[in-house]
């Protein structure tokens, strides 16, 4: 039997943080996508100060921090600000919903045009967008935020800079000095056509209705694949973390080392690092197991979760061959997509899904010590 999990209709802010059961959850965005050292560091010591020291990466390229207590919230925010991590209101924060593809270079207009749309969409007469919707900004050489949540995408169809609204292959040819109003416009489009209803809404359930997009919207722009994998690139050392999540001083560490963007892989990519660094938590080896498992806080850190998540993913790491989503309810909230494999906690145990999200239909459930025992049974 599952059970089925309480539908928030929007995500945790730092203005405007959730009860978790490990006590609040208070996410950051950090602008642009990127902390400076400074930042980093000051993030660090907050988390330790007020909350109960870990910090996820979440899939929309924020940092969050648990077990943050009520009476902390009010000093964890006046420090957030003085580090430059604070919007002006909780709506200024909630419509600030913009992932950065972090690979840019001084040769793309990804970080020019991330700052135009982050601008606009604090502007008094910014479109008022429901809580989950939100911009991906991708327009480097190479696409690399397909795979990430997003209604709205800036990004390239060979040589020339997109838009695109998801849920349609159809994209709009837009200018670096366009694009930030042009996503608006769409933005207002969505609002316009109905996208919203009892203030939930998303683009793709809007294209799924049916809805013609406005004109101009006649590019073929295919999906395009993309592995994330710690390692070394251009901009510095790409390194992960056992579902994402570090401690505050694994991040002070990390701070020490430079500039950090942060990825919606749940990794950061260490600004100019010439080499991984050796920290206890951070994975720097492309193969490593734990890189093939998702899994959510699980019991007894989320209220909702009707099992704990990490050990059984832990250990069933070393035997898969294809990623592993483990969740603690049928929410799917490290995963909303589909994966080849999910195990979704139910009273009972876990109900094994294959090629679907977490609230799909089961083929079988079996007892966590069965699993760990016979991770064959994912397999047959
Ligand atoms: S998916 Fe996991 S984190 Fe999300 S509500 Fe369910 S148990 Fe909690």
Redesign the pocket.
């Known amino acids: 039997m599952t059970e089925a ?2 539908v928030q209709g929007w995500c945790p802010g730092a203005l405007r943080p959730m009860l ?2 490990d006590g609040y959850v208070l996410r950051v965005r950090p602008r642009l996508g990127r902390l400076s050292a400074d930042q980093a560091a000051g993030v660090a010591a907050l988390a330790l100060a007020h909350g109960n020291g870990l910090i996820d990466l979440s899939a929309r390229a924020n940092v969050q921090l648990r077990g943050v207590r009520a009476d902390s919230h009010a000093p964890l925010i006046a420090g957030l600000r003085a580090l430059g991590l604070i919007d002006d209101s909780v709506a200024q924060e909630s419509r600030r919903n913009i992932v950065v593809q972090p690979f840019w270079g001084d040769s793309d207009p990804t970080l020019a045009i991330a700052a135009d749309l982050t601008a606009a969409l604090a502007a008094p007469d910014a479109p008022d967008l429901p809580g989950k919707f939100g911009f991906a900004v991708d327009c480097g050489l190479r696409r690399v935020l397909d795979g990430t949540a997003a209604d709205i995408r800036l990004t390239r169809q060979g040589d020339q800079l997109v838009l695109r609204a998801e849920g349609s292959f159809r994209a709009k040819v837009v200018s670096p000095d366009t694009a930030a109003a042009e996503a608006l416009a769409l933005a207002r489009w969505f609002l316009a056509m109905g996208g919203v209803t009892q203030g939930r809404g998303r683009m793709a359930a809007l294209m799924a209705r049916g809805v013609a997009l406005p004109e101009g919207f006649t590019l073929e722009t295919p999906v395009q694949a993309y592995d994330a994998a710690p390692g070394a690139c251009a901009q510095g050392q790409l390194v992960g973390f056992e579902f994402g999540q570090m401690q505050a001083e694994t991040l002070a560490a990390l701070a020490r080392l430079g500039a950090l963007r942060v990825t919606p892989w749940r990794m950061l990519l260490i600004e100019g690092a010439t080499q991984a660094p050796a920290l206890p938590g951070v994975i720097s080896d492309p193969a490593s197991p734990l890189l093939r498992v998702i ?5 007894p ?6 099992q704990p ?1 990490r050990a059984l993913a832990r250990a069933l790491a070393p035997h898969l061959s294809v990623p592993l989503h483990v ?8 995963h909303p997509g589909p994966a080849p494999l999910t195990l979704t ?1 139910t009273v009972e145990g876990f109900a094994l899904i294959r090629d679907g999200t ?1 609230a799909d239909m089961p083929l079988s459930t079996h007892s966590m010590a069965d699993l760990i025992a016979r991770p064959d049974i994912l397999t047959e």
């Open positions: 999990p309480l978790s059961g899994a959510c806080t699980g019991a850190g989320c209220t909702q979760a009707l998540t969740s603690g309810c049928a929410k799917g909230c490290a906690a977490a």
